[in-house]
């Protein structure tokens, strides 16, 4: 029930000269969680890091029809970005399991931290999402509660 951010670093992350550079935020397109990581990098970001926008489709999410999918799916990256996190240096899209892609980007390139939004409830649809990469992530994950962020 905090109202500030959380730190989870898993012990195999701890490094004294481990800095935090590449951040993976990943989105679900609410305004409420866009505005409360907003309001919140801003806050604690005080060097120059490179934001990595990540969105998962799933089977309720993804676009039903693509004229062009690869300057469709750009197009919509873009637009998402500039809506959610301005800020961000490019957005990587993916299908299934949020977690999972979660992971997969975590293994596929040099993330150095994952920041999630967290309503700070056990909704079905949201807990799980936070228990899996909070058990599986290798990387350090900061979670900021949507609730004690917005202002």
Known sequence: QAGKPIGVVPPE???????MRRLLVPRDGTETSARAVAVALAR??????????LHV???DTLPRFLDRPT???RMWGDEFVA?????????ELRTGSVAAGIGQVCEEEPVD???LSWSQHTWPSRAP????????????????????LET
């Open 71 to 73: 300057r469709d799916l």
């Open 57 to 59: 489709f799933t089977g």
């Open 113 to 115: 931290l994952v920041v």
């Open 13 to 19: 992350a701890l490094s004294a000269e481990h800095l």
């Open 83 to 91: 809506r959610h996190l301005p800020k961000a240096r490019r957005i």
């Open 44 to 53: 604690l970001i005080v060097v120059e890091v490179e934001l990595v926008v």
């Open 129 to 148: 999402v936070i228990a899996e990469v909070l058990s599986h992530s290798t990387v350090p994950v900061l979670l900021l509660p949507v609730d004690g």
